[in-house]
């Protein structure tokens, strides 16, 4: 369980930035490979916003796909889940994208 980290990591990031606010949305990036349990970051991220600019702030998710390279049969596919298997069996796989974690764009009222 590290999303109260991350949603106390993000909500630092824009405070720093905007101040108090008030943020209306906040846009995050959260590739489907990072672990991150969304519907976990939501109840944490209302929890630590609760008192500051972030308190009404919409958590707006977008959750791409990754990608990887499978180093045996030289194919390169999307993953959808932190199960890293290519089709063809193997588990020898270059990570492409889909474990980053990035805060897109931050609306303030
Ligand atoms: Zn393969």
Do not use: W
Not at 48 to 60: C, I, N, Q, S, W
Not at 74 to 94: H, Q, T, V, Y
């Amino acid at each position: 369980m590290h999303e109260l980290a991350i949603a106390e990591s993000v909500i630092g990031a824009v405070t720093d930035k905007v101040g108090d606010g008030p943020v209306t949305v906040v846009r995050l990036e959260i590739g489907k490979l990072s672990g991150v349990v969304v519907d976990s970051l939501r109840f944490c991220f209302d929890v630590v916003a609760a008192g500051t600019g972030l308190e009404r702030a919409t958590l707006d998710i977008d959750e791409p796909a990754g990608r990887a390279y499978c180093r045996d049969c030289g194919d390169e596919f999307a993953l959808e889940d932190p199960i890293m298997l290519c089709p063809c069996g193997s588990a020898n796989l270059d990570v492409l994208s889909g474990r980053q974690l990035r805060i897109l764009s931050v609306e303030v009222a």
